[in-house]
């Protein structure tokens, strides 16, 4: 993250009016997520270390409402609803653009603190990512335009003469912006590509089992919060099909899988945590600049490429920032 552009931005910003509290006088803040606290402990874990380095412990000086999708996104409108009707004093919006767009369009008013994988601009959710203005910031890793990246790192690893499957979400609003980068980038490489289309745990161990009928090379994991919660799944399946597949979640290759490409997501989550306490302290969420990451990591397993019988081109090996043998 560019940290000392946040430093600098610390100083001299006017105050947020008066925030919401709980009888006891406890500040509390309303937590929104896709996905399920079990699948996003580390990520939580890095919110909480936010909110503690701005001074904030839940239980203690703040109380965190949690709110968690479970994987269904109809849901997330009313679990929006909910914690504007208990108007909290800072929604943490986190686990995809959906949930920011959602708690968006909940209210205008409350301080809003999101996490984003595309460009937050493009999305409707900031008019700059430096001066962010109206009453939403966050942290950005661009997790969504990393398709034609990813796909290039495993056009070096797979033969050039098998296609690659992609996964995609059709159901997330970046989507048709992921397909149409990624469909780019195997024109520029030559390569063919087939698009599958998951959004739901079902859906996904559906897609697995008609791979036996045509069986694609190597398997591109596109930058949905969905995928990634599903690391542990995902990574079982393509070592049970013996598929090489990259994400953007570090994860992955923890889990077994063979590569990633990405930011740090425990990063965004932590600047989360840290807006969110900044903005009890009275700072403005307009004022406080969109946080962007700017450092990137490949990941290999090195067992998992063994296991597969796949030799990591030299080049690839050379520009990996971390191989787990």
Do not use: C
């Not at 601009?121 to 009453?135: A, D, E, F, M, Q």
């Not at 791979?211 to 399946?237: C, H, I, K, N, W």
């Not at 990259?246 to 077994?256: D, K, L, T």
């Amino acid at each position: 993250m560019r940290r000392r552009e946040f430093i600098g931005v610390i100083g001299g910003m006017a105050a947020w009016p008066a925030l919401a509290r709980a009888q006891s006088g406890t500040p509390v803040v309303g937590f929104l997520h896709t996905a399920s606290a079990a699948r996003f402990r580390p990520q939580l874990d890095a919110f909480h270390q936010g909110l503690k380095s701005a001074g904030y412990v839940d239980g203690q000086n703040v109380a965190v409402e949690y709110r968690w999708a479970d994987g269904q996104l109809n849901r997330l409108p009313e679990l929006a609803a909910d914690l504007v009707r208990r108007n909290v004093a800072v929604i943490a919006s986190t686990g995809g653009n959906i949930t920011a767009l959602v708690a968006k369009a909940a209210t205008a008013t409350i301080p809003i603190v999101f996490t984003s994988g595309a460009d937050p601009v493009k999305l409707g959710l900031v008019t700059s990512l430096n001066r962010p203005g109206g009453n939403l910031t966050g942290a950005s890793f661009f997790a969504a335009t990393l398709g034609s990246k990813t796909l290039g790192l495993l056009h070096e690893v797979v033969p050039k003469g098998v296609f690659i499957a992609v996964l995609i979400n059709p159901k997330s609003p970046e989507a048709e912006h992921q397909l149409a980068d990624i469909e780019k980038a195997a024109r520029e490489l030559g390569r063919e590509i087939q698009i599958l289309n998951a959004s739901t745990v079902e859906e996904i161990d559906r897609v697995f089992a008609a791979m036996t009928e045509r069986r694609p090379g190597g398997l591109l994991l596109s930058g949905d919060p969905f995928y990634v919660g599903r690391t542990d799944q995902l990574a079982a399946l393509v070592t049970r099909h013996r598929l090489p597949a990259i994400s953007v979640a570090r994860g992955f290759p923890e889990a077994g899988g063979l590569m990633s490409y990405g930011a740090s997501i425990n990063d965004a989550y932590r600047q989360v945590g840290v807006y969110t306490g900044l903005i009890l302290k009275g700072e403005k969420p307009g004022d406080l600049p969109v946080m962007q990451s700017t450092r990137f990591e490949l990941v290999l397993n090195i067992k998992a490429a063994q296991t597969l019988g796949i030799t990591i081109p030299p080049g690839v090996l050379a520009i990996a920032d971390e191989v787990i043998e």
